[in-house]
């Protein structure tokens, strides 16, 4: 049974990079049977899409975040990441880390949230 | 992209039935058979229900079900229980290899 586990600062200063890992343990990153997400959900909102990777290195990116986001896997220590740069107010949400089968996410990190604020 | 467009809001008794549906474009939900739905207690991560159109995993209880049709898919649950209160959100592949979320639905067990 694989987990996930999100890690790194609940509180980033607009205009910063935001950085977070993902821990996968039960399992290797390395499955080819197995993408990585990120997904959001601002307090009290919806669900969004970031992205994912396949431990390969090939990514997918929410076109609306595509040009602040980067997904990165580091296979020795079987960890994920995402940066996302230049954030704002907008971007205070809780951040899930998630392990793709097929087309659903089966495998949810329990959730971090990270503030934007001064 | 856009999201997926849900009912804000589904209500209903114990034991009855509600449908909750899950509406998009070509592009995503019509073009593919890769609609997967989540369920998401208050303070909770999601959860999958259903994936691939009408599949459930392991341990997800059967009164759980879904269906698509055109663009719009759905997802029932039957004999409504108290612990059925709770988000749901569908979710489509896109034809841009990327993946949308539906908007939500908040279900109130009356």
């Known amino acids: 049974q694989l987990q996930l586990q999100e890690s790194g600062p609940g509180l980033v200063k607009p205009s910063e990079t935001l950085s977070l890992t993902c821990t996968v343990s039960g399992g290797s990153i390395s499955s080819s049977s197995y993408y990585w997400g990120w997904i959001r959900q601002p307090p009290g909102k919806g669900l969004e899409w970031i992205g994912s990777?396949?431990?390969?290195?090939?990514?997918y990116y929410n076109p609306s975040l595509k040009s602040r986001v980067t997904i990165s896997v580091d296979t020795s220590k079987n960890q994920f990441s995402l940066k996302l740069s230049s954030v704002t107010a907008a971007d205070t949400a809780f951040y899930y880390c998630a392990g793709q089968r097929s087309a659903c996410y089966d495998f949810w990190g329990q959730g971090t949230l990270v503030t934007v604020s001064s | 992209q856009s999201a997926l467009t849900q009912p804000a809001s589904v209500s209903g008794s114990p034991g009855q039935s509600i449908t909750i549906s899950c509406t998009g474009t070509s592009s995503d939900v019509g073009g593919y058979n890769y609609v997967s739905w989540y369920q998401q207690h208050p303070g909770k991560a999601p959860k999958l229900m259903i994936y691939?159109?009408?599949n459930r995993p392991s341990g997800v209880s059967n009164r759980f079900s879904a269906s698509k049709s055109g663009n719009t898919a759905s997802l029932t649950i039957s004999g409504l229980q108290a612990e059925d209160e709770a988000d749901y959100y569908c979710?489509?592949?896109?034809?841009?290899?990327?993946?949308?979320f539906g908007t939500g639905t908040k279900v109130t067990v009356i």
């Open positions: 990777i396949y431990y390969s290195g090939s990514t």
């Open positions: 691939d159109v009408s």
């Open positions: 979710s489509s592949y896109t034809s841009s290899s990327t993946y949308v």
